[in-house]
């Protein structure tokens, strides 16, 4: 199985503090994953769970 890494809370917070100063919107979700590097991380679908419809089983 594979860990999920974050950033620390100081880059988080420094990121937070430079995108203060700056007059622009907000960046879009994908745009905060990519910048935090979060898009780099590998997902095992296998792990994820699957909702199994009730009626689909006989």
């Not at 917070?13 to 590998?42: N, V």
């Amino acid at each position: 199985m594979s860990q999920t890494l974050h950033p620390s809370k100081h880059l988080v917070r420094a990121w937070l503090e430079r995108r203060a100063r700056e007059f622009k919107p907000p960046p879009t979700p994908e745009e905060i994953r990519r910048q935090l590097g979060w898009g780099l991380m590998l997902f095992e679908p296998a792990l994820i769970p699957v909702k199994v419809n009730s009626r689909s089983r006989r």
